[in-house]
């Protein structure tokens, strides 16, 4: 059985939202979706065994309303993740935590990220590894937040799940 990793980037209007194969780490669901849709889908249509919500960080800096909206949106998403029967409730990352993970540097901006993702599961890949409609590649159809919801997708599953070794790449017939 495939463990399913759902994670969270919220926003004061709109979330992003990946689930991934706990053991490729590969996206199996993504999107950038209006948070009642959120709301309703990831909570309730979805499948996934482990929840992970990016939480808000303060360091001193004022902040603006947006912020406090996002956090009622955080609060939300946890209060509908405790009707969800999962093997663990949804964790609270804070971002600092993921550009640590990722880029070994609290500093790190969300392009810095986004690049050690496409360095580590598509290197050499044209457009970020998102390939063409015809071909399409490991970050086919990414957009906005959801490379940050897959950064903490990557950062739980490699704080819990081995990762699978990659299947071998096809070789071509000679026939």
């Known amino acids: 059985m495939t463990h399913r990793i759902l994670a969270i980037d919220p926003g004061n209007t709109h979330t992003g939202w990946v689930i991934i194969n706990a053991h490729t780490r590969q996206p199996l669901q993504f999107g950038k979706s209006p948070n009642p849709q959120v709301l309703g889908h990831c909570w309730g249509d979805l499948e996934w065994d482990t929840a992970a919500i990016e939480m ?3 360091y001193g800096m004022a902040v603006g309303k947006e912020v406090f909206e996002t956090c009622v949106w955080i609060g939300r998403y946890l209060e509908a993740a405790t009707g969800v029967a999962t093997q663990t409730g949804p964790e609270l990352i804070y971002r600092r935590d993921i550009k640590l993970h990722h880029c070994h540097s609290a500093r790190a901006k969300d392009s810095n990220i986004r690049q050690a993702l496409v360095d580590r599961f598509a290197p050499g890949q044209p457009n970020h590894g998102k390939g063409t ?5 490991w970050f086919y159809g990414f957009r906005a937040d959801v490379w940050q919801a897959y950064a903490l997708a990557v950062y739980i599953a490699d704080q819990t ?3 699978a070794a990659a299947a071998p790449p096809l070789q071509a017939s000679l026939i």
Do not use: L, R, Y
């Not at 409609?133 to 590649?137: E, M, N």
């Open 161 to 163: 799940t081995p990762q």
């Open 133 to 137: 409609k015809a071909a399409p590649g």
């Open 56 to 58: 808000v960080a303060s």
